[in-house]
Every structure is written in C-alpha cells, then in structure tokens.
C-alpha cells in the first residue's frame, strides 16, 4: 500500500515535470519567432521588445498557434500571408530584393579580385 | 588615363549612393499594406457585446451584400473621433456595419456606444486582441470594407475620414 502511494507521487512528479518541460519550450518558440517579427505599431523595434498592445495579442496568438500543433515555419507563413514579407526580420530572396541580397555577395567577388591582383601584381 | 577611370568609377558610385539615400529620405516610411485587394476574411467566431452570444463572421457577411469590420475600443480617441462618419454610414441600405471591441471593459464599451450611438449591425469582441491580428489589422482604429464572397475590398488604417467615407459610398454605389 505505502510503495503504491509512492509510485503514485513519482508519477504526478513525472506528470508535472513534462508539463513545465513542455510550457518552457513553447515560451521559448514564442520567445524565438516574436524576435524576427517587425512590431506594428513600433516599427523599429521587434514584437518581442515590444510592449505595445497590438505585440502582445500577437505573442498570444503564436501562442496558441504552437499549442495548435504549428510549426515555427508554418506560423511565419501564417504571419507573411497577414500582413506580408514585411513582417519578418529575415525576407525571402525574390525579384525586388535581390539587388539587396546579391550587393555584398558582389562587393566581396570585386574585393577579392582587388586584393587577387595586388597580391599577384606584387610578385 | 587609368587613375582619370578609376576617379569617374568611384564619382559615380558616390552619387549613385548619394541619390538613392536622398530619395529615400523623403519616402515614407510607414507600413502600408497595398496588397491587401481581394484577400479573403479571416474566419473567426467571437462573441457578442451584448449577449455573449457566438457569433461566426462568415456567416453574418455571406448574406450581406457589403460590410464593414470596424475595430474599435472605448479607450481610443480616433475612435470616438471617426464615430461619427461610421454613424453617417450606417444609413447606407446596402451597408452593414459590424464592430469589433478590441481589448475593452465590457460597462465601458455599452457607455461609449449608448453615449455616443449605435452604428453597429453587431458588435463583437476580441478581449485578447488576437482576432484583430488574424484579421491582420496593426492598429485601432481599423476598418476593412467586404463584399458578399468574404474578399476584403479596402482596408482603411486610422481613423476613418470623411472623405474616405465617400469613397465606400462610392464603391457600394
């Protein structure tokens, strides 16, 4: 009787444990995705720094997102269909930023070519 | 010659810079969403100011030939300010104004609506303000104007002005 009490309290230890477990990594996700998203109203600042009413609703609902099942990239999806690429902190590659994405990628190609020819023109 | 080359290349790229930060000082910098044409509403149930009662949003836009979503809050001043053109629009016939109460006190929201009139069809409520977000909303006051199929025509961001109101009887008409 008394071992059976015990493994009674193990369990609802256990139970208890995964439970917390589980809220710290939802809170963490919440966390993770409200810092690449563009608050609303403060435009400078990211949803998770936000104190505005509007960033909190927001937390809320990916809240509720990740407690439905979603995944990170499907609640960014969600997100960018609302209120567009705008909203994250990191676009996708697409015909009007591409100018934007390939700029340093170019910057470096004709760096290293300067660098290339100096160290090769010095010997 | 190769020094005169490298001094245009480098002139050029300067005021290229110089132009596209020049032009982008005078470029708003305040989100707008243009894309917002013909998206299709959010489904959402929520419940009724007045009699907590549940109330889904597509069922009461389908048979609407438009409507309108106006999130509101007794708290906010653009609201009471814009209040009165939803007033003037809620005579329009084919028009059907719905509200949707965000983050409100319940006794405050009915004393600004009994204080100041009731433009509403029905009033909603989005106690947490997740609704708004859904919708895709960023701000209150926020109106989206909707025809019969759910598609949301125009989206109006601040408080509603009187010639934006014209432009809604414009489109209904």
New interface residues.
């Given amino acids: 009787m008394r071992s059976l009490k015990y493994i009674l309290i193990a369990i609802f230890c256990l139970f208890i444990l995964q439970e917390n477990l589980k809220a710290n990594q939802s809170s963490f996700l919440v966390d993770k995705i409200s810092k690449n998203l563009r608050c609303?109203?403060c435009?400078g600042q990211s949803v998770y720094d936000s104190q505005s009413?509007?960033a909190?609703?927001?937390k809320?609902?990916i809240k509720?997102k990740i407690n439905e099942g979603n995944s990170e990239e499907q609640i960014y999806t969600y997100l960018k269909n609302?209120?567009?690429e705008?909203i994250v902190y990191d676009p996708e590659l697409n015909k009007k930023n591409l100018l934007l994405w390939a700029f340093p990628l170019i910057l470096f190609i004709i760096g290293g070519l300067l660098i290339f020819r100096k160290v090769f023109n010095n010997y | 010659m190769k020094k005169k080359i490298s001094y245009i290349i480098l002139t050029s790229v300067f005021i290229f810079i110089f132009i596209v930060f020049f032009k982008g000082m005078y470029k708003n910098n305040i989100y707008k969403p243009l894309e917002i044409k013909n998206k299709k509403l959010a489904e959402f149930s929520s419940k009724d100011l007045y009699f907590n009662k549940e109330i889904n949003i597509n069922e009461l836009v389908s048979n609407k030939n438009f409507t309108i979503i106006n999130i509101w809050a007794s708290w906010c001043i653009p609201c009471k300010l814009e209040h009165q053109n939803l007033m003037k629009l809620s005579k329009i016939e084919d028009l059907t104004i719905v509200g949707l109460n965000y983050k409100d006190k319940t006794k405050n929201a009915k004393k600004f609506i009994s204080d100041l009139g009731n433009p509403f069809y029905e009033i909603l409520t989005d106690p947490d303000g997740t609704i708004s977000i859904q919708l895709g909303a960023y701000g209150v006051p926020e109106t989206f104007l909707i025809n019969r199929e759910s598609e949301i025509l125009k989206k109006y961001i601040g408080q509603l002005t009187f010639e934006q109101t014209l432009e809604i009887k414009k489109i209904i008409n």
Wanted: proline share 0%; charged share 15%.
């Fill in positions: 609303l109203i435009q009413d509007f909190l609703s927001m809320l609902l509720k609302q209120y567009g705008w």
